[in-house]
């Protein structure tokens, strides 16, 4: 018996993230356990729960070799391996006050998503030659000051709505607008900077990205139909929204970003050979791009996506623009 899987799950017929978090719409009763156990588990994973890449999907050597090059991707997969494990941590809130069945499987599928991909960034690192017993104090040191001064902080605002407020359509609409909104277009970039120089990585962040996907559709479907059935609900939403944003603008994220992209902009150039005619996106080679058009590339990602899902939810996009 073949299994029926979704095409949004399907490693092959997926689309980009961008792509399907701008047009997918998504529902928790459709994405309950019963479609996450056949479309990701037997989907999307397939060949590829272990490492999140296949064989075919390999680690070169360069990689291994030091550098700023492989340095980028330490710091990469550090800061988002310990942000991964401590949305995880977040998401145990959101399946505790989960309303119904629906959105209770729906977060736990979300839960072990996010405990997966923590699980890949860092089994990658061991691919990258760090010491399996250094593990724990790579990932410590590289990313100490990033997770307290910008994984804590966003999780922390996620965590008052969910479990101090008990307001759980609050939290949904801050884990999907300020933390996955935010962060999906760094996921974006990251699998197209490491598609070439580092198969394994580009598929890594590709699986990411499909799982994201699904993570923004169905947050903000929990969001769009919630204000539909109680429109009274909306001030306390903007209200929620309006301090999520002024707490964004004060977290220094640009600094973290473009120490990464300095890294890599010199690994890059190191071994330009490899990706001489390589776009980053149609009729842009990777090779011609700057450290900060690759961050503002991001941000527009992220002020796009934020309008068509602002929309789909029937929330004025200005009260998340970051001026
Ligand atoms: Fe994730
Ligand atoms: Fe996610």
Redesign the pocket.
Known sequence: MTTEIPVETGWDTAPGLLDGAMNLNLTPEQCDLAYWLRGVAQGTLLGRVETGHSAAEPTPDHMREPGPLRDALVMELACRSV??TE?TKVLAHYVAAAPGAPELEFFATQLI??AR?AMVFRKHLLELAVPEAELPAVIERVSADYTREVVDPILDFALRAVRDEGDFIGGVAVFTIVI?GVLAPA?ELSERKWNVLDPAAGAIARG?SI??IR?LSVGSTIVRDHLLKHPEYRPRLMDILERGRKLWEGIPDRRYVLEREELFQAGMRQHAALIQEYEVFPGRRLLDTTPEERYALAERWTDQMADSRFAYMGIDPAVMRIV
Do not use: R
């Open positions: 942000a991964e949305a998503d996010e991909h996955e996921a990411a799982d994201e993570h």
